[in-house]
Structures are given as C-alpha cells and as structure tokens.
C-alpha cells in the first residue's frame, strides 16, 4: 500500500506481494492448527534428496476466531482438497493459487483470495475503500494496525526481542518477497532504516534458523 495515496495495485499484478499475502494466509492457518505441515522425505526433480512438506488437515471442529473468519473460503480450498485428494506440498499450493489461470477459465483466480485480505481491512476499519478513475485506492484509516506489527518487528530484528512465532514467520515472509524483487526491498525497508538493514543480517539468520522448525506433524 502507498501511504500516501492508498494505492494497493500491486494486488492485482505484482507476484511478490500477491504470493506474501497467501503465504500470510497460509500460515496463519497453521499458527491456529486449521493445517498442519507433514513432512517426510523425498527427492526433486534431478533425483536428489529434499525434504517435502506437504499440508493436512489440522482441526476441523473448532470454528476460526472472529478475527480470521474471513478465511473460511480460503480455508475450505485446502480441506476438501485433502478429503478427496492426496495432499499438496507448500510449493505445489503456492505455484497453483498465485499462477492459477482467471476464474472464467476455470482456475482459482488469486484475486478472489486477496480481495478477502482488503475486505477484512476495510470491515475491520484498518483501510477504506474509495473509486478512482482507474480502479479503487485503500487510504489508511487506523495507521496503528500496521504500525503495531512494524514496531513488533523492529524490536525483535533490531532491539533483540524475543520473538513470538508469528513475528518470526512474518519476518521471513518478508525478507523471502524481497528476494523476489530487482534492485529493491520493498517490504523489510519499511520497517528498518537503510543503515538497520544493513547490519541486520546476523540476527536475520538467527530468526531464519527458529522459523526452519514450525509446527509440524512428522511423518510417522
């Protein structure tokens, strides 16, 4: 999002930030137990060994908080895959929902899936949505949403903090989308100041180490 104007086009066509927020869907799914990640052993393409992660059903009978409700439908995409189908693993999901063809050529259609992240922030009085000549614009309502999560993320990387679970994946989940961009680190630039990020490296590898063992079933 811009911050000035509240432009939010790159959820239509930017891949880094449309696959960071199914990404962020995907594991706060797992942080609430409504999946689970299976991992076992098994080889890549060439026939080299590679750990495979694939996704479960986690808890069925408890309904999502009222916070995350609004990922029911994303939720439902998962669980009856799984009850008809053998699991996907992490990758297979993510190159299947972020490069999956329009809806009215039968895909996915990843807009849907991100419309149901702006809607949230617009029900929960974070954004507004208002019509422009060339689509729509979200400006900002409650800037301290965003800014509780930076300062989160700025104690841990920077002041040392302990971090919880979701700061670290979270943390990951932005480093990993500005990998994908040239010349630019969108997303950990507006947290850390140039010269933070400059020596946050350290302390980056040691927040990566803790978000390589999440929650997960082992294969038995």
């Known amino acids: 999002q811009d911050d000035t104007t509240g432009d939010m086009s790159g959820r239509k066509t930017d891949l880094a930030v449309q696959g960071m927020a199914v990404a962020a869907m995907i594991v706060d799914l797992i ?3 409504k999946l689970i990640i ?7 393409f060439l026939g080299y060994k590679r750990e495979k992660c694939s996704l479960v059903n986690g808890d069925a009978e408890s309904p999502l908080p009222e916070q995350a409700a609004f990922m029911g439908d994303f939720l439902k995409v998962f669980t009856e895959h799984n009850s008809k189908k053998a699991p996907k693993t992490v ?3 993510m190159e299947d929902i972020v490069l999956s063809a329009p809806s009215f ?7 849907t899936y991100i419309d149901l992240i702006t809607n949230s922030l617009i029900a929960k009085s ?3 949505k208002e019509s422009v000549w060339n689509g729509s614009r979200f ?12 300062d989160r993320m700025r104690a841990v990387i920077v002041d040392g903090a302990e971090p919880d679970l979701f700061t670290t ?3 990951q989940l932005s480093v ?7 010349f630019s680190n969108p997303f950990m630039r507006s947290v850390l100041s140039k010269e933070e990020y400059k020596n946050a490296g350290p302390r980056l590898k040691e927040l990566k180490e803790m978000a390589d063992t999440p929650l997960e079933e082992e294969a038995k």
């Open 31 to 33: 942080l609430m137990g």
């Open 38 to 44: 299976r991992t076992e052993d098994g080889t890549n």
């Open 91 to 93: 990758e297979k999901w």
């Open 105 to 111: 050529l039968g895909g996915t259609d990843i807009k």
């Open 126 to 128: 974070i954004v507004r």
């Open 139 to 150: 400006p900002t309502d409650d800037p301290t949403a965003e800014a509780a999560v930076k």
């Open 169 to 171: 994946v979270l943390v």
């Open 176 to 182: 990993e989308a500005d990998k994908t961009m040239l």
